[in-house]
């Protein structure tokens, strides 16, 4: 079975402080997706990143980093010297095809950076 | 505009009401699905359309019934609901429905049901 597994419910940081959140994920596939997508306050999703099931390189983008890693089927996003601003829930996300051609989604970690 | 625009952003209905959530994206995707979101649980897919075509329906209740009259636009619209379904509904688009596209989320209409 396909399922995304985000144990963090939330996380409370002080601002300036390195948080990781953490994703498991679970299918059979060999060809599949892995996203991390934001949601503020406001509502909407908004996509972070994506990653393709043959491509392990950790990747980089400004404070934000992704560590993926096949043999623990994990995909964990770090945020270094945090802001008030990245306070949001993040949802880990597992897109594969075949039948079922769906974006699976964890439950979410919230966020709460402190001032 | 650009992205995906979801009206209204609030929404208190009755029991007994009809209502319809308006999603609009200005992507140029071919694909569009909405979610449920209640709290402390899993964003839940309920319909895909692609092409215009409702190409999934994950046993959703019949007291919500999708439209897709156009690859613009998807509506959901209401009809004698339960407080259960008080939650945030999500549109969203893709280009195609394989998934290294990603998807593009609108802001969502926060439901409550009375």
């Known amino acids: 079975a396909q399922k995304v597994t985000q144990a963090q419910t939330e996380i409370s940081v002080v601002e300036k402080e390195d948080v990781t959140l953490d994703c498991v994920y679970e299918?059979?596939?060999?060809?599949?997706?892995l996203f991390w997508y934001k949601q503020p306050p406001s509502g909407e999703l908004v996509f972070l990143i994506r990653r393709n099931s043959f491509d392990e390189q950790n990747e980089i983008s400004g404070r934000y980093s992704w560590n993926f890693q096949k043999s623990t089927s994990s995909f964990n996003f770090t945020i270094t010297a945090s802001q008030v601003v990245d306070s949001a829930v993040y949802f880990c996300?597992?897109?594969?095809?075949?039948?079922?051609?769906?974006?699976?989604f964890g439950t979410g970690t919230l966020l709460a950076v402190q001032p | 505009e650009t992205g995906v625009t979801q009206t209204p952003r609030h929404l208190v209905m009755g029991m007994t009401n009809k209502k319809s959530l308006k999603c609009e994206q200005h992507l140029g995707h071919n694909a569009m699905y909405w979610y449920k979101q209640s709290a402390k649980k899993p964003l839940e897919l309920m319909f895909v359309?692609?092409?215009?075509?409702?190409?999934e329906n994950n046993s959703v209740p019949s007291r919500f019934s999708p439209e897709c009259p156009n690859s613009s636009h998807l509506f959901l619209h209401l009809h004698t609901l339960q407080p259960e379904d008080s939650a945030l509904y999500l549109c969203a688009s893709s280009q195609g429905r394989t998934g290294g596209h990603g998807y593009t989320f609108g802001s969502g209409t926060r439901l409550t049901v009375v």
């Open positions: 299918t059979r596939d060999t060809t599949y997706y």
């Open positions: 996300a597992l897109w594969h095809g075949g039948a079922t051609n769906k974006l699976i």
């Open positions: 359309y692609s092409l215009e075509e409702r190409v």
